[in-house]
């Protein structure tokens, strides 16, 4: 299995939020299984928080159950999508991240109105997101990936754990910055996209830190 080296922290944060489109009195809140959307596919960060989350408002409500379901897809329109659906009675709850934002802001076309449908709870977690290469990859630093870059007769690929997301954003601002062309490969998650990059399929990945850091720290 090749390995990848990490090249870069970018400045930016990924952000978990749970959201509920309407809430029961809290007297008599939850009497039965709470469903946990997560947008992405499971094994990745976003995916990981949420079932540590999981275990925390279970053992905090008694042991209810508490549900995860991983609705991946359309760069976390899927799952939003699916709670502006639900019963607004608070037993589904999303772990929404940046998208939630950026999907309106760019002028998305959106099947529900982010404004209006969901309750925000909660912030979660805040975490660094970084720049990562597959260790073939011919560059150890911003200004040789560049470098990399302008020599290339194809665009450079890279990928994130999904298009619109703070990963693929990342990556557009340094293509943009840079005067570079970067072309962003979409996946349903980190943890396939992280699959391929040890694999060598793509060479650069915008990540979550701690969802790469196992692979840096081992090589």
Do not use: C
Not at 98 to 115: M, V
Not at 200 to 205: A, D, E, H, K, S
């Amino acid at each position: 299995m090749t390995v990848m080296k990490a090249i870069a922290a970018a400045p930016l944060l990924a952000t978990g939020i749970a959201l509920v489109a309407a809430a029961q009195t809290a007297a008599d809140f939850p009497s039965r299984p709470v469903k946990l959307l997560v947008p992405f596919a499971a094994g990745g960060p976003t995916d990981v928080v949420a079932r540590i989350l999981a275990d925390l408002l279970s053992a905090r409500w008694g042991g209810q159950s508490v549900v995860i379901e991983n609705r991946p897809g359309a760069g976390t329109i899927v799952a939003t999508a699916a709670l502006a659906k639900a019963p607004a009675d608070g037993y589904t709850m999303l772990v929404a991240t940046n998208s939630l934002l950026i999907n309106p802001a760019i002028g998305q076309k959106l099947p529900y109105d982010t404004e209006k449908d969901f309750a925000p709870v909660s912030m979660v977690a805040t975490q660094p997101v970084a720049l990562v290469a597959n260790k073939s990859f011919p560059a150890d630093t911003i200004p040789e990936l560049v470098d990399a870059a302008r020599k290339s007769a194809q665009p450079l690929n890279f990928t994130s754990p999904g298009p619109r997301g703070v990963g693929h954003l990342a990556g557009e601002m340094l293509k943009q910055r840079a005067g570079i062309e970067m072309t962003h490969i979409n996946y349903n998650g980190s943890a396939p996209a992280l699959t391929d990059l040890i694999a060598g399929r793509v060479p650069l990945m915008f990540d979550i830190w701690h969802s790469a850091k196992r692979y840096v720290d081992s090589g």
